[in-house]
């Protein structure tokens, strides 16, 4: 009987030992910084009556080793037909990775993931400042800390 219950010691301070020196750790997922641009982009500034295009080239980005990749960026409008699109050219053809349209999507977008293309090329920004409604008042569209990470 003695036999067991040191039997029975033993085997609980072992597999607590054990247990201890083997924690269980969650997998952390890495990203990969594939290109920063940090502070302001592009400021847009007019009326109503004013439809503003300004295209920003932003360089050429290899995403074929990547299964997803994000963007991250902090931008504001106040027109509320107003777009912010990343996109690259295929066959004379735009692709948007990014497609971002009015004040909702703009103002409360701060980290869009997508499934990478598996694409190396030059990647694009085009901003499009323009408001439906006439208030005499200036519209802004401002974009800044873009941040495209592959993991």
Request: proline share 2%; aromatic share 10%; charged share 15%.
């Given at each position: 009987m003695k036999f067991i219950i040191i039997l029975m010691i033993f085997i609980s301070i072992y597999c607590l030992n054990g247990c201890s020196n083997n924690p269980v750790t969650n997998p952390v997922m890495q990203s990969?910084?594939?290109?920063?641009?940090?502070?302001?982009?592009?400021?847009?500034?007019?009326?109503?009556?004013?439809?503003?295009?300004?295209t920003i080239p932003l360089d050429s980005v290899d995403?074929?080793?990547?299964?997803?990749?994000?963007?991250?960026?902090?931008?504001?409008?106040?027109?509320?037909?107003?777009?912010?699109?990343?996109?690259?050219?295929?066959?004379?053809?735009?692709?948007?990775?990014?497609n971002l349209a009015g004040q909702n999507e703009?103002?409360?977008?701060?980290?869009?993931?997508?499934?990478?293309?598996?694409?190396?090329?030059?990647?694009?920004?085009?901003?499009?400042?323009?408001a439906s409604v006439c208030t005499g008042e200036n519209y802004h569209l401002r974009v800044r800390d873009l941040k495209i990470s592959g993991y």
């Open positions: 990969t910084t594939l290109f920063q641009k940090p502070g302001l982009i592009d400021s847009l500034i007019g009326t109503c009556s004013t439809y503003l295009v300004h995403l074929r080793n990547y299964g997803n990749i994000s963007f991250s960026l902090d931008a504001m409008t106040d027109g509320d037909l107003s777009g912010l699109s990343i996109y690259y050219i295929s066959s004379d053809t735009s692709v948007y990775l990014v703009i103002n409360n977008t701060k980290i869009i993931s997508i499934a990478s293309p598996k694409i190396s090329d030059k990647l694009i920004m085009r901003l499009k400042l323009y």
